[in-house]
């Protein structure tokens, strides 16, 4: 298999897609916001993409059929608005890799006609957020219609998140603003330990509103609502203490 292998699966006829990156990250939260908007408007699989720097492994379904691991690109129609979801279980296992792989996902959203993306994730706090105060954290491309993000309730906060945005998501606004693609990246605050529905839900409200689309949250609110009896339950074991619990340097974001 070459470095890059993309298998054509359906080729959609798109009107102004968006592309809309929701690869694994801290607390998952672009991962279950790209799968979500799969789910709720049934997305139709148009890409794979396979690389030899993802993991030398396959996932089994429940039959016990074996796939090899790759990324997969799903054309999503949100009441009219066409988005090119991508997401998947790994992120690229180099440096190079994140570089090559990246360039891979944006040359298809560039075929598919996307002139702006979003990349979703999580911004760690290092600590559980309560009150269900999520902020969504913001950081673009120097095309990027700030103004807009804000109105939609996007923060921008002076060197945040520290150390800057590590991965495909980083490369999706450093690269993309190379070949003139606006590009802003929405991370949603959360603790870093656990996977994080409501950060995911904050994030996806934030979405909606630039996109002028609704989505059914409700799955995610379930999810959310099972997550926090997890959290209670660590809570519990912990005396209310946080042993036991990522360092800060464990929690540097990923997306």
């Known amino acids: 298999m070459d470095d890059i292998d993309i298998e054509a699966v359906a080729d959609p006829d798109l009107s102004n897609p968006v592309f ?8 998952h939260v672009g991962k279950l916001v790209a799968e979500h908007l799969v789910e709720e408007f049934d997305g139709e699989l148009v890409r794979r993409v396979y690389t030899t720097d993802f993991p030398p492994q396959v996932t089994v379904d429940e039959d016990g059929v074996a796939e090899l691991t790759h990324a997969e690109f799903h054309h999503v129609d949100a009441d009219g608005q066409d988005l090119l979801v991508l997401t998947g ?3 690229a296992a180099s440096n190079e890799g994140h570089y090559t792989l990246t360039t891979a996902f944006l040359n298809i959203a560039e075929a598919f006609g996307c002139e702006r993306a979003f990349a979703l994730g999580g911004v760690p706090t290092g600590e559980l957020i309560e009150d269900d105060e999520y902020d969504v954290l913001g950081a673009g491309s120097p095309d990027t219609d700030r103004e807009a ?16 945005i590590v991965g495909v998501s980083g490369l999706v606004l450093g690269l993309g603003a190379r070949r ?8 949603g605050e959360t603790s870093g330990y656990l996977v994080d529905p409501k950060s995911a839900q904050a994030v996806l409200e934030v979405l909606q509103t630039l996109l002028d689309i609704e989505v059914d949250c409700s799955d995610l609110e379930e999810r959310a609502e099972e997550m926090e009896e997890v959290v209670g339950k660590i809570q519990e074991m912990q005396g209310g203490g946080d042993g036991g619990m990522p360092s800060e340097d464990e929690l540097r974001y990923i997306g």
Not at 20 to 27: K, R, S, T
């Open 20 to 27: 809309i990156e929701g690869l694994p990250g801290v607390g």
């Open 89 to 91: 279980d790994h992120q």
């Open 149 to 164: 993000l804000e109105d939609a309730g996007v923060e921008f906060r002076e060197n945040e998140p520290a150390g800057g």
């Open 180 to 187: 003139g693609l606006p590009a802003a990246c929405l991370m």
